[in-house]
């Protein structure tokens, strides 16, 4: 999946504006024009379409965080220079406040079953000899799942 995919996904399940889309990338102060944010949501065969590349969409990741849970007395994170999907599932895993339950119901609820240890090893570091990639049917199924949880009416 690319980082434009996962963006036009949380903007359709959380039915963000492009102004808010704007602001949150601003929590994370990283500034954006409507033009670009425009841009990086078009489909890939749009002659606008722009790709949206790591560190913009990792300090989306990161606005998203703190307009979930809030603005934290620490200094802002830098945005990750290179995203995997285990950086992408971590991030939106403490944006929504959730436990590895929580995760495993939102797969489950799309037909991926994966077991405890199977899902901690995607959050391991990448030196750890049980630290496993997470493939995109993974993330793919855990967006599905935060659409249902959250944009219930959508198909």
């Known amino acids: 999946m690319t980082n434009n995919d996962i963006l ?3 903007r359709y399940t959380f039915d963000f504006s492009d102004s808010k889309m704007i ?5 994370a102060d990283y500034n954006v024009t409507r033009e670009q944010v425009s841009n990086w949501l078009k489909k890939d065969d749009d002659e606008a379409y722009a ?4 560190i913009p969409f990792s300090s989306f990741l990161n606005g998203l965080i ?6 934290q007395d620490k200094p802002l994170p830098e945005p990750d220079k290179k995203l995997t999907n285990n950086i992408i599932l971590r991030k939106l895993k403490i944006a929504f406040d959730m436990k590895n339950e929580d995760v495993l119901a939102f797969l489950s609820t799309n037909g991926l079953s994966i077991s405890k ?6 959050f391991r570091r990448t030196d ?3 630290y496993r990639l997470c493939k ?12 249902n949880q959250y944009r219930p ?3």
Not at 23 to 27: A, S
Not at 136 to 147: C, K, S, Y
């Open 8 to 10: 036009r996904r949380l």
């Open 23 to 27: 602001e949150i990338f601003k929590l």
């Open 51 to 54: 790709s949206c590349g790591d």
């Open 66 to 71: 703190i307009e979930k849970r809030g603005k």
């Open 117 to 122: 240890h199977e899902l901690s090893a995607f």
């Open 128 to 130: 750890h000899k049980h």
């Open 136 to 147: 995109d049917q993974v993330l793919r199924n855990f967006l599905q799942g935060l659409q």
């Open 153 to 155: 009416t959508a198909s």
